[in-house]
């Protein structure tokens, strides 16, 4: 299974960007629990952004972007988008996509992760 990111990108605080990450190599979009994001900063260690649970929708989000960021996801494709507003400097980090399959008791899989960068 791989996953690919794509849209990350500098941008001025309090703009937006939008991330997406395809899944492909699965047996069946039904092996997949739930997919995320997560985030890692220079000099920190890697931090939940959000998920989605792959058959309900359930979304779950860390506080600090709970009413900024957005996570979605098409069950055809199999996508899912990260829609990030009103970024602050803060947010500043490699972006990467993560899913859990069919077994895992944890996200086994992750992508190769792709830059936001806010600032002036």
């Known amino acids: 299974v791989q996953l690919v990111e794509s849209g990350g990108g500098l941008v001025q605080p309090g703009g937006s960007l939008r991330l997406s990450c395809a899944a492909s190599?699965?047996?069946?979009?039904?092996?997949?629990?739930?997919m995320g994001w997560f985030r890692q900063a220079p000099g920190k260690d890697r931090e939940f952004v959000a998920s989605?649970?792959?058959?309900?929708?359930?979304?779950y989000y860390a506080d600090s972007v709970k009413g900024r960021f957005t996570i979605s996801r098409d069950k055809v494709k199999p996508t899912i988008s990260l829609q990030m507003d009103r970024l602050k400097t803060e947010d500043t980090a490699v972006y990467y996509c993560?899913?859990?399959?069919?077994?895992?008791?944890?996200?086994?899989?992750w992508g190769q992760g792709t830059q936001v960068t806010v600032s002036s």
């Open positions: 993560a899913a859990q399959r069919l077994g895992a008791g944890e996200y086994d899989t």
């Open positions: 190599g699965l047996r069946s979009n039904s092996h997949l629990v739930a």
């Open positions: 989605i649970r792959w058959s309900g929708g359930s979304t």
